[in-house]
């Protein structure tokens, strides 16, 4: 089971994040980036957080620690922030935390180098959940030490957004021309043959078996929140073993693009001087 904790204290919204996740102090006396129950997205977004952090720490991924929250809606009744006050009135109950990882910086291809290895398997990894949220715009991954570390599952495994079409939306391509990591040459393949070997329904099993019950309570279609446990597992269980075959990678990114630009202008000022 995930970890967890209480709220003691809002400290402050994430502003650059579009659910305005907040940061959060607990009573283990821990900082928490915070995802509200109560936010627009959902407690599927929540509930994505979970399978795909756990799922990516089990491969091996660097993701902070996860775990649950526990909120009581009065921490927010001093809040000036109308917008905050409403979250936290209206997300009483569990939520959602990841580690606040202090210190880390946002990942900037321009700015870091990634092996074609590790940028493989976070391709792989992303392919599998059907990421569609770690673009070169908003690339969800966080630099510290030079390590880097995943964050921000809430936009993967689309199916479950509707659970009749599943099955074929599980079996489409994955699309990675736009990935933070693609201008980096994943080698996809050596991180298949690594990786898919271990998604194995054990696997999923534990992973899913993380996700709390009242999220996944009064599902339509579903009569125990089990048999949705299991209707997570199918895609990932069927996706594992192919997807590495129906990735798109376009040969020269629009960052690559821009290196290369940026090193014609280092070259040229070099020459200047
Ligand atoms: N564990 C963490 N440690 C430190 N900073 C974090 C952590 N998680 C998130 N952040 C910071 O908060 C920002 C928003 O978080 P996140 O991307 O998870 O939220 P979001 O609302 O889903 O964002 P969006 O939809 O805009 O991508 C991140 O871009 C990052 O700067
Ligand atoms: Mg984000």
């Not at 922030?81 to 910086?105: H, P, W, Y």
């Not at 479950?160 to 990591?181: C, I, K, T």
Request: include cysteine.
């Amino acid at each position: 089971m995930l970890k967890e904790v209480s709220a003691t204290r809002y400290i402050s919204p994430l502003r650059e994040g579009g659910s305005l996740p907040g940061l959060v102090e607990a009573d283990d006396l821990g900082m928490y980036v915070m995802k509200f129950s109560g936010a627009g997205q959902g407690r599927k977004t929540l509930i994505a957080e979970v399978v795909c952090g756990e799922l990516a720490r089990r491969l091996g991924l660097r993701v902070p620690g996860l775990v649950t929250i526990g909120l009581d809606p009065v921490i927010g009744l001093g809040e000036p922030d109308q917008e905050v006050q409403e979250l936290l009135k209206s997300s009483g109950g569990l939520n959602f935390g990841m580690d606040f990882l202090s210190r880390a910086i946002g990942f900037d291809a321009l700015a870091h180098r990634v092996s074609p290895e590790e940028a493989g398997k976070i391709v792989w990894f992303d392919a599998l959940v059907n990421n569609v949220d770690r673009s070169w715009r908003n690339p969800n991954m966080l630099v510290r030490q030079g390590d880097l570390w995943l964050i921000d599952h809430g936009a993967t495994m689309i199916w479950h957004h509707n659970w009749p079409g599943a099955q074929a939306s599980a079996a489409r391509p994955y699309d990675a021309s736009d990935h933070a990591l693609a201008p980096f040459g994943p080698d996809v393949d050596s991180a298949a043959a690594e990786l898919a070997p271990l998604v194995t329904e054990e696997l999923l099993a534990e992973v899913t078996a993380e996700i709390p019950e009242p999220w996944l309570a009064d599902e339509p279609g579903f009569d125990s929140a089990d048999e949705l446990r299991r209707a997570y597992v199918r895609p990932l269980l069927a996706r594992a073993a192919t997807i590495h075959e129906r990735i798109e990678l376009s040969e020269i990114s629009e960052i690559h693009q821009t290196r290369e630009i940026q090193g014609t202008r280092e070259i040229r000022e070099e020459g200047a001087e």
